[in-house]
């Protein structure tokens, strides 16, 4: 029988004493797509990262791996994921080609086949002339790459990466894309966690997490087509009064974000223009926009992407 769904969860939660970091997530990962969790810090995704990738054990809810349970069979697996951390884990004293070797190693990976299978990594990231010199000798870009390697080189069928493009040059982290989507050609499932917004639109689909909250779910284009036509953006002296006075005579939705007006409309260049003909003498600022992820996440969550938990409250 043929397994469409990488990874499957139902009512996964997760508690660090008091602090709940994920609030009963249900969400399915197809086969073969490349799937982006994405939020801000705190949101929840470095737990969600730790419990598929078996660092840390189910407390509350279901999850599968191709079908594997991950509470009771890690050992399986593991054997069908490559885990690339945010945090470095390459041994800088030892060449690329002997990290790489190590890690084969672990997987019972030796003999022609391993070095069939290193050849074929370096050739594919581009680090082939690089397999005898040291790591620590490396750039940030290379590095990753061999992180990249070492993920691979058991040939997992499923391939997750914790912010993948941190420390990465925008040359380095176009680079990794590449590999990426050559690997998703392969039939990999890519999974990744990420705050950068840009990333994100890369996935095939993206769930937005929030202090713990499942808030969108959806691929990029139905996301942002989900808020409308456009956003309209006003810096004013008095946000709150200008907000009342939008919702008494234009009737729109109005908010105030981040000490700004925020508004989404249909017609945006006519609700432009009749703002400044309404309000022109007060707006120090406005701007028209067609929706951004950022936009998804400010509907779904009330505060901007970036602002702190605090401030929010």
Known sequence: MTIRTAISITGLSHSYGERQALKSLDLDIRVGEVF????????????LFRLLSTLIPIQQGNGTIFGLDLSRQQTDIRRRIGVVFQAPSLDKKLTVSENIRHQA???????ADLRRRETGLLDQ??????????????SGGLRRRVELAKGMIHQPRLLLLDEPSTGLDPGARADLWQYLNQLRAAGVTIVLTTHLLDEAERADRIAILDQGNLVAFDTPDNLRDSIGGSTITIA?????????????????????????????????????????????????AITLAKPTLEDVFIQKTGHRFWQDREEAA
């Open 36 to 47: 982006a969790f994405l939020g801000p810090n705190g949101g929840g995704k470095t737990t």
């Open 105 to 111: 190693a672990l997987y019972g990976v030796t003999g």
């Open 125 to 138: 990231l581009g680090i082939a002339d690089r397999a005898n010199e040291l790591t620590e000798t490396l």
């Open 236 to 284: 004013v002296d008095d946000p709150e009064r200008l907000v009342r006075e939008i919702k008494t005579q234009l009737a729109p939705e109005a908010s105030v974000v981040d000490g700004r007006v925020r508004l989404e409309c249909e017609d945006g260049p006519d609700a432009l223009a009749r703002l400044l003909q309404e309000f022109g003498d007060r707006i120090q």
